[in-house]
């Protein structure tokens, strides 16, 4: 069955960087738009960025565009996210999703932003 | 961005009641609203997708219905298990995705 698996969150000071991987198994990763999309402690869920099948196309909310970077490596059916300058807000609990309409989500990774 | 506006925020119910959730699209979006379920410390669960479509496995005492603005999520006869928060997601104005900001159960 369809799976993913986000790795790479962490503890984390202000202005320091993290990069988050999401394993995926059990579909045609490569034929699939790939997302992620955060919720922050007592709040509602945020979409943050997508990715086309390809890689080439990318989209990012605008309280995360410039400071982090969505990638994918089909040939290791693995999705990525980049997070630099971190600041105390971006603290949330992170998940990627496969795309179709609908979303399929992981289990997600905790990133905490604290001095 | 399309906001989405779900109330009520919380609702405590009792075992076999009915709940009923709405979710207000700010513009119209057809019949791109999907329901979700999510339980403490457990990734979301698609219930209805296109607002009234069931899904395979789902109990049947969960349905969907609306379109355009307006739309509404009803869980008959409630189950114990049923204690979750519910959100609403929209994917008519791709790629930016937006979410209702959730209705909490709780079973009295």
Redesign the interface.
Known sequence: QVQLVESGGGSVKPGESLRLSCAASGFTFSDY?M?W?RQAPG?????LS?ISTSGKTV?Y?DAVKGRFSISRDNTKNSLYLQMNSLRAEDTAVY?CAR?M????????TTVTVSS | EIVLTQFPDFQSVTPKEKVTITCRAGQNIGNNLHWYQQKPDQSPKLLIKYASQSISGVPSRFSGSGSGTDFTLTINSLEVEDAATYFCHQSSNLPAYTFGQGTKVEIK
Not at chain 1, 43 to 47: F, P, Q, S, T, V
Not at chain 1, 101 to 108: A, D, E, F, I, R
């Open positions: 738009y997302s999309i709040k509602g869920m945020e979409w997508s989209f909310a998940y795309v309409g609908t979303l399929v989500w992981g289990k997600g």
